[in-house]
């Protein structure tokens, strides 16, 4: 990476290359936010059966989901910044233990009004974990590594997905859907006292972290050109990604009469590839001189056609050849833009810059419930409607992404004792 000016040594006296804690420091963010998303998650296998208990009827399942991305959205856009002051490790216990416990709550809850209420709780702790992982994780590894590092961390958003599809439809079929939530409530609980007692910050940072410059964090971060067209680009990311995670089992129960498990089943493959995907693109692009920008907009490309290719399918078998390679598409664009911020801006905003950016993604996930379930609506239970309204979001973020400099000049770049960028 180039930078203006002399890179500036931290006072730290570790190595993070030669420090085995910074897989551990990785292995519990991935734990955490894993647990975070198979919370986001279970909404979906979930909807229909919790609909019908409370009332509720299809058109409107989509506001539970928006009630959750509305606590999500507001809790990135705040946390970030309470991330820089208060560090990682309380703001990741503090996100596991609170949307546990909300999770739990909402596993008990038997009016609709009070369990939308629930579930913008249960967004508005899980989304301070994000920010606090990529802090910690950014600490711990060098930026020439983080495609790699955010590749696996990043991971946990297609595993909860997983986990969700597969254990949710079990545990609704053998009990019911208010066991999915006390269950994974408590495993929450239990993650977050863990990550407290485990987690410590590392020695990757700039001394831009201590060096005031006469500007707010949130004036630089708002001055970034690159880092607004890149919240942009995600933005339709995650309309294309958390749309189809939302609607996807009710869409295919309802619109093609496939099987709660089977669909399960399919979105559980979906997300598989992520899993997979996310990992192995990082270590790629680190290989190819970090670059994020190009494979982003291939990826974000894919996944758009994808989307009307499965618009377009109308059997289980079918759904079944297409969800790895949606899959692909949907998940494997995330680790790349991720990897790019801390490349946008200085350590010393990381936290807030985090935060911010995936605010603006995440209100994708807002807004993407109502507008298919207006569509679906609109068009007489049209399927391919949903997804053609679903695959705008990501040819959208493509053609943005186009127009980021993932190479800015004058942003100063983490290093370590030794020197080494």
């Known amino acids: 990476m180039t930078t203006l000016g002399t890179a500036r040594i931290s006072n730290a006296t570790v190595d993070p290359s030669k420090s085995r804690y910074r897989w551990v420091v990785l292995l519990l963010c991935w734990l955490a936010f894993t647990m975070t998303s198979v919370d986001r998650s279970t909404w979906g296998p979930a909807s229909i059966f919790v609909g019908e208990d409370l ?3 299809l058109a409107s399942l989509g506001l539970f989901a928006t009630f959750y991305y509305i606590g999500y959205v507001v809790s990135n856009a705040g946390s970030g910044f309470l991330t820089d002051r208060l560090g990682g490790r309380l703001l990741i216990s503090v996100s596991l233990v609170g949307a546990g416990a909300a999770m739990i709550f909402f596993g008990s809850t038997t009016s609709a009004g009070i369990g939308m209420a629930v579930q913008a709780l249960i967004g508005l702790f899980a989304g301070a974990e994000y920010a606090a992982g990529i802090k910690l994780i950014s600490s711990w590894f060098r930026p020439e590594e983080l495609g790699k590092a955010m590749g696996i961390y990043t991971s946990a958003t297609s595993l909860g997905v997983v986990v969700a599809n597969t254990a949710v439809p079990y545990l609704i079929q053998h009990y019911s859907w208010h066991a999915s939530y006390l269950l994974f409530g408590a495993i929450s609980i239990a993650a977050g006292a863990v990550c407290y007692t485990i987690l410590r910050p590392g020695p990757v940072v700039s001394k831009a972290t201590q060096s005031a410059q006469g500007r707010s964090g949130l004036i630089e971060l708002a001055r970034n050109k690159n880092l607004l067209l890149l919240a942009l680009a995600g933005f339709g990311g995650f309309w294309g990604t958390y749309g189809f995670i939302t609607w996807s ?3 295919m129960i309802k619109g093609h009469g496939i099987d709660p498990v089977v669909a399960g089943g399919i979105v559980a493959i ?10 192995l693109i990082g270590w790629v692009a680190d290989k190819f001189n970090g670059a994020r920008r190009v494979p982003a907009m291939v990826v974000l490309g894919c996944f758009s056609v994808m989307l009307v290719v499965f618009g377009l399918l109308d059997n289980a078998v079918a759904f079944f050849i297409a969800a790895p390679l949606l899959g692909l598409g949907a998940y494997c664009y995330l680790p790349l833009i991720v990897a790019l911020v801390p490349r946008l801006v ?6 807030g810059a985090a935060g911010m950016t995936n605010a603006m993604w995440q209100v994708g ?3 993407v419930p109502l507008a298919v379930g ?4 609109a068009t007489d239970n049209s399927f391919m409607a949903a997804l053609i309204t679903l695959a705008a979001g990501p040819f959208l973020g493509m053609i943005i992404m186009y127009f980021v400099n993932e190479r800015p000049d004058d942003v100063e770049i983490a290093v370590t004792s030794e020197g080494k960028a």
Do not use: D, I, Q, W
């Open 55 to 57: 009332g509720v009827p």
């Open 249 to 251: 089992n009710a869409l």
């Open 270 to 279: 979906y997300a598989t590839l992520g899993v997979l995907g996310k990992p």
């Open 346 to 351: 200085s350590s010393r905003v990381l936290g």
């Open 365 to 367: 996930s807002v807004l």
């Open 374 to 377: 207006a569509v679906f609506a």
